[in-house]
């Protein structure tokens, strides 16, 4: 059975803070997305990592993939309030469906 | 560009009514397109994939019988929940996938809140 879990699954920081969210998944996949999801909001796309040690940053955020490791994390580096969201990633499976990681709620305090 | 609209973005209906959530795309033609559920502070779960012109694929658990889904267009997936009951009541979310120069993107409907009294 394909899992995609995310760890932490809550995380509260302080702003100015740095902070990884992990994302482990149990199946080969060459296609990892993230999003993030404000409370009664549908999802924003934030990165697409398409290969093995594929890295992406825009603002705070940066997204990396390490496929033989199943492993992404997402990375956020001085933390500000307006990040205050949840987290998701997804995986993309041979069939071009997407698995869902379990979320991760961040909370940014002043 | 790729702007996916869900309609109606809220609705609420009594036990044993049916609903229609209509998915369009607004710019882009969808080859398939993707209907998920999300209970609250829960993730999204995939419930099935629909591609135009053909019978939708539901997952596992997944009643095609209360489910319906109809993708007779390129721009348009529709999601009927028959006989509603509030176990059913959720955030409904659909997305969409074009065959054009991101065939691996998918892009995110609004969502359609359902509550079911």
């Known amino acids: 059975e394909l899992k995609v879990e995310q760890n932490p699954l809550f995380l509260s920081m302080q702003e100015g803070k740095n902070y990884t969210i992990y994302c482990n998944y149990s199946?080969?996949?060459?296609?990892l997305y993230w999003y993030r999801q404000d409370p009664g909001k549908s999802l924003e796309s934030l990165f697409v990592?398409?290969?093995?040690?594929a890295v992406k940053q825009e603002g705070r955020l940066m997204a990396s993939l390490d496929t033989k490791a199943r492993l992404s994390t997402l990375h956020i580096t001085a933390a500000v309030h307006d990040l205050s969201a949840t987290y998701f990633c997804?995986?993309?499976?041979?069939?071009?469906?997407?698995?869902f990681g379990t979320g991760t709620l961040l909370a940014v305090q002043p | 560009g790729a702007v996916v609209s869900q309609h109606p973005s809220r609705v609420i209906c009594k036990s044993g009514t049916s609903v229609k959530i209509e998915c369009r795309s607004l710019?882009?033609?969808?080859?398939?397109m993707f209907w998920y559920r999300q209970f609250p502070k829960k993730s999204l779960m995939l419930m099935a994939t629909?591609?135009?012109?053909?019978?939708?694929?539901?997952e596992q658990g997944v009643e095609k019988d209360k489910f319906l889904i109809n993708h007779a267009s390129l721009t348009l997936s529709t999601l009927t929940v028959t006989s509603a009951h509030p176990e059913d009541s959720s955030f409904y979310i659909c997305?969409?996938?074009?065959?054009?120069?991101?065939?691996?993107?998918?892009?995110f409907g609004p969502g359609t809140r359902l509550t079911v009294t």
């Open positions: 199946t080969t996949s060459d296609r």
């Open positions: 629909s591609n135009e012109g053909s019978k939708a694929t539901y």
């Open positions: 710019d882009f033609q969808a080859t398939t």
């Open positions: 997804a995986v993309d499976i041979s069939t071009n469906k997407l698995i």
């Open positions: 990592l398409l290969s093995n040690g």
């Open positions: 997305s969409a996938r074009g065959s054009g120069a991101f065939p691996y993107e998918q892009y």
